[in-house]
């Protein structure tokens, strides 16, 4: 009997800590889920897939691409900016003086400077491909669809070349239109400029890329050239009337009263409406009060108590 019993107990003792092992278990897997569902913070400098069409994001798309290309290639990689191959300058003999040169020590650092020349080049060349692929690979179906319309395409792909393709892709998406008449790609990226609108929940640093965009596809068209002070108060027009829409009127007042000289370009304008103090007025069972938060669209930042928190 007592044989017997012992033996259930342990098989009770068993099967408890087996039922408590799969509550953790399945705890465990909980967190674990949570933990894996975490949304990742975006990476900044991430490629974008590059769109065709009149909504296009090349100019998005260069900047992301230039970066990761300087970043991964060196010299080769500013072709993006400059449309051009580096070319490592070669030593000027004339710069050594190998006529008193005894010990042969300034003809041995010509040599070597050489050598470290055209060992920069050949790494370049070698790295072609390389560049030419990281190109391809951020191609929305789209965009090389197009860019494979081009007579040029088929020598280009042969070749690998990077900066033939970057000319190409540039080329096909620089127009604010699908069209190709030249008229309507004119009129469709000065219409996509004088009608951008900050969206409302679009922060400021956003909005300017977007603007910029805009008005390079607009500068690129031969459109009428702009005033600086122009460009500035068509970005300040464009801002998103329910957050700026007291800074709109403060600044009109101010100019208006000779107060303040208008913004002199973008930037100008763009730092104007960063740094502006918006008053926040709340009601207290004493009476008001007045708070100033002095970025309206600063991601990262929480305010809570009179006290600011940057989130890492």
Sequence with gaps: MTDKANHRDQGNN???????????????????????????????????????????????????????????????????????????PEPDIADYDLVNDIYGIHRATFMEDLKESRKETLKMHADRPKLYALIMQYLSEESLDEIKRSDQFEDIEKKTDPLDLWKLVEETHKVSSISKVEVITKLAARNTYQTIRQGPYESIISF????????????????????????????????????????????????????????????????????????????????????FATTLDMPGVECKRHKCIWKV
Excluded: C
């Design 14 to 88: 068993t099967k408890e800590a087996g039922q408590q092992r799969q509550q953790r278990k399945h705890w465990q897997k909980k967190r674990h889920h949570r933990l894996d569902g975490k949304k990742k913070d975006k990476d900044p400098e991430e490629i974008p897939i590059l769109k065709y069409g009149p909504s296009n994001n090349v100019f998005k798309f260069k900047e992301a691409l230039s970066k990761t290309a300087l970043r991964d290639y060196g010299h080769l990689g500013t072709l993006i900016k400059t449309g051009q191959y580096y070319k490592p």
């Design 208 to 291: 300017k890329e977007r603007f910029n965009s805009a008005l390079k596809a607009y500068e690129d068209q031969d459109n009428p050239k702009m005033d600086d002070k122009d460009v500035a108060m068509d970005f300040f027009r464009s801002l998103d009337n329910a957050r700026y829409g007291d800074f709109k009127i403060d600044t009109m007042n101010n100019m208006t009263s000779k107060a303040m000289e208008p913004p002199e370009n973008l930037n100008a304008m763009y730092l104007l409406a960063n740094q502006w103090l918006k008053p926040n007025t709340k009601p207290y069972p004493t009476g008001f009060a007045t708070t």
